[in-house]
């Protein structure tokens, strides 16, 4: 296969076929510094050198009624996960605090739950307003389950500039993950944030037991939905969930591939190195920031991972930048 005229083609205006999105993901270790060129020829046309760095806020935790397998927060999920109601609006607008002094660019704040209430709403909104007085160049981004346009409207007019809300796996394997809403229930809500004037953060998660033509369909759902980004996150078991046990079909390579048929189908879209890669990608990271361009930092929901120092050290070794708060991703004028 030719990457480079594969990645010429997209530079131009041109797209990846399905095909070729699986030939990615079936290309061979030998082939694997092409696949990564190509696709960091796209992440620098539209974001230059920079890593987006995110840190989520657990806002709401253990307390969802849905039956992920792959969740510990799951009411479902037999563990000790920390449970507790939705946070105040202090404790979350102090958790800004974290944010602001590890240079995220963006604070989320994730509740478990199918959807939020109407007392939910109006803590996440006021925590909001006021986060945004706080700190004007810190981005906001919520994760609240399901959303109509009126929570979605809520929302935007307090100052959120995104919404995450996952497709999760391709509509085929859907069924195989949740059992308690389908996969045109995540596809609603993540077009009603959009309408709604929401920035949408919209990805998925790798090594389930989905087919590599599964990877690729959530690529293109997630193309459908003009999705602006990406998290792509690699299953890392927890106990007490249905899929724990599972061995990860997932090596380092395969994590990398899967980051670059990412970027090569969205090619303009933020694409994130999410949950697992610590476990997943091991010492293959810093290669993961040639397809991607962000990051969670500082561990996430219920569980920890690399810390901000590590993660700054990584991006400044490999030869890239931190995004500063405010600032846009800055793409070089010159192509490779
Ligand atoms: S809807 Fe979200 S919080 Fe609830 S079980 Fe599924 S992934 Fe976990």
């Known amino acids: 296969m030719d990457w480079k005229a594969i990645s010429d083609r997209i530079l131009d205006g041109g797209q990846i076929t399905e095909a070729e999105a699986l030939a990615v993901l079936e ?10 060129q190509a696709a960091y020829r796209l992440r620098k046309k539209y974001f230059g050198k920079t890593v987006a760095l995110h840190l989520l806020q657990n806002v709401k ?12 927060q799951s009411t479902r999920a037999m563990n000790d996960v920390e449970r507790y109601d939705m946070q105040t609006v202090e404790t979350i607008v102090a958790g800004a605090q974290a944010a602001a002094d590890r240079n995220a660019k ?17 803590v996440i909104c006021e925590a909001t307003i006021q986060i945004k007085e706080k700190y004007p160049d810190l981005e906001i981004c919520s994760s609240l389950g399901l959303l109509d346009e009126n929570k979605a409207l809520k929302l935007k007019e307090a100052g959120v500039d995104r919404f995450n809300h996952n497709l999760e796996t391709s509509k085929n394997f859907f ?49 459908d939905l003009d999705v602006d980004s990406v998290p792509v996150n690699f299953l890392d078991p927890r106990p007490g969930t249905p899929f724990y046990g599972k061995p ?64 700054k050290q990584m991006i400044e070794d490999a030869g890239f930048e931190i995004e500063i708060q405010g600032a846009k991703g800055a793409a070089e004028p010159a192509l490779a």
């Open 248 to 311: 990860n079909p997932l090596k380092p390579n395969d994590a990398l591939r899967a980051l670059c048929m990412m970027r090569l189908v969205i090619p303009a879209a933020e694409v994130r190195m999410a949950g697992g890669r610590e476990t997943t990608l091991r010492d293959l990271q810093p290669l993961a920031l040639y397809p991607a361009n962000s990051i969670f930092t500082a561990g996430y929901l219920t569980t920890g991972g690399q810390e901000y120092e590590e993660d």
């Open 175 to 223: 069924p195989e993950v949740v059992t308690t809403h389908d996969f045109e229930e995540r596809v609603n809500t993540a077009r009603v944030a959009k309408k709604m004037g929401l920035d949408l953060c919209c990805g998925g998660l790798y090594g389930m037991g989905e087919s590599l033509q599964d990877r690729v369909d959530l690529a293109f759902a997630l193309a």
């Open 61 to 72: 935790s253990g307390k969802c009624p849905e039956d992920c397998s792959f969740c510990s």
């Open 27 to 36: 290309s061979s270790d030998d082939e694997l510094l092409e696949v990564l």
């Open 106 to 122: 963006r604070y989320c704040m994730v509740s478990s739950t199918r959807s939020p209430n109407p007392n939910e709403l109006d």
